[in-house]
């Protein structure tokens, strides 16, 4: 639980601890559980940027690590925009079929929440000294994140709409390959 007096740095290392993430930017792999099936992936340093960062917006946006969490705040993410994190804009286009699949309302929710926020990724190269000692409830007011939802526009959907088609071939896109290799192996 996140108070009035923690800032960024406090609440970041007890969110690390609590959820296992201690040693996460430091590890050579990255494991993500699929239900019984483990996914490793390199920890690119590319990956470790856009992760310290994306930590922090779970720290402002209150979007937990579950399944439906992380598909909530990689609609918000993408939303609100990430910039030149290319790591950001893979995992968050992965994020999205889950969500529409777990929590459509919810993610639409986050991804309008986020077309009238702001977030970390734009102005920022790295998690500095300054950015960790700043208390968690003044950035989210910096970052419209204590205004009440906004109703959707227009833009709003029509973005959601266009990024879910994308976000979902993005996902499709292997598998199509794969079958098309091998029916054509097939053949």
């Known amino acids: ?33 699929a239900g019984p099936i483990p996914i490793w992936f390199p920890n690119a340093p590319g990956r470790v940027r856009a992760v310290k960062l994306h930590d922090l917006h779970h720290l402002v946006t209150g979007y937990t690590t579950d399944w439906t969490g992380e598909a909530e705040i990689g609609a918000w993410e993408i939303a609100s925009g990430c910039g030149s994190f290319a790591w950001a804009w893979l995992l968050n286009l992965s994020a999205i079929p889950i969500g529409l ?24 190269t790295a998690v500095d000294d300054a950015l960790l000692a700043r208390h968690v ?11 009440p939802p906004t109703r959707p526009t227009l833009a709003d959907v029509a973005t959601f709409v266009l990024a879910s ?12 390959i794969i079958v098309a290799l091998v029916v054509a192996l097939r053949a």
């Open 1 to 33: 639980m996140i108070t009035d007096t923690d800032t960024l740095l406090s609440a970041r290392d007890r969110y690390l601890r609590d959820n296992g993430f201690e040693s996460s930017y430091e590890e050579r792999w990255v494991k993500l559980k």
């Open 101 to 124: 699949v777990l929590a459509p309302r919810r993610l639409f929710r986050a991804w309008v929440r986020g077309c009238h926020s702001r977030n970390f990724y734009h102005g920022r």
């Open 137 to 147: 409830t003044a950035v989210r007011a910096e970052m419209g994140l204590d205004a």
């Open 165 to 176: 088609v994308v976000a979902t071939a993005f996902m499709l896109a292997p598998t199509a």
